[in-house]
Nanobody, 123 residues
Framework: QVPVVESGGGLVQAGGSLRLSCAAS????????IGWFRQAPGKEREFVAA????????RYEDSAKGRFTITRDNAKNTVFLQMNSLKPEDTAVYYC????????????????WGQGTQVTVSS
């Protein structure tokens, strides 16, 4: 098991910014790909962004490109999702997930999940 804990969610006005953090335990954190997913009310969970073991590869869902940035600090076992220019449609529960693959954008390829953090963007 790899405990995963998200933080940093909250309420923000449209156009504002939030930085989500994902902390994962384990001495092999730098061997895990990390992804962010989100689930809005009444919708399926969807991919947002992913980062490879050493951070050399990143992937984004189309609506996140240019607004969100995923980074990682392996010395602190933490991954960040900087979200700028937030829109009401970004409102969702955001989940961090850990994969043993280099990186992945498919939910089924992630083995460990956090409990999620709520992000609400008001118009």
């Amino acid at each position: 098991q790899v405990p995963v804990v998200e933080s940093g969610g909250g309420l923000v006005q449209a156009g504002g910014s939030l930085r989500l953090s994902c902390a994962a335990s384990g001495r092999t954190f730098s061997s895990y790909g990390i992804g962010w997913f989100r689930q809005a009310p009444g919708k399926e969970r969807e991919f947002v962004a992913a980062i490879s073991w050493a951070g050399e590869i990143t992937r984004y869902e189309d609506s996140a490109k240019g607004r969100f940035t995923i980074t990682r600090d392996n010395a602190k076992n933490t991954v960040f999702l900087q979200m700028n220019s937030l829109k009401p449609e970004d409102t969702a529960v955001y989940y961090c997930a850990v994969t043993k693959f280099l990186y992945a954008s498919v939910q089924d390829e992630y083995q460990y999940w956090g409990q999620g953090t709520q992000v609400t963007v008001s118009s």
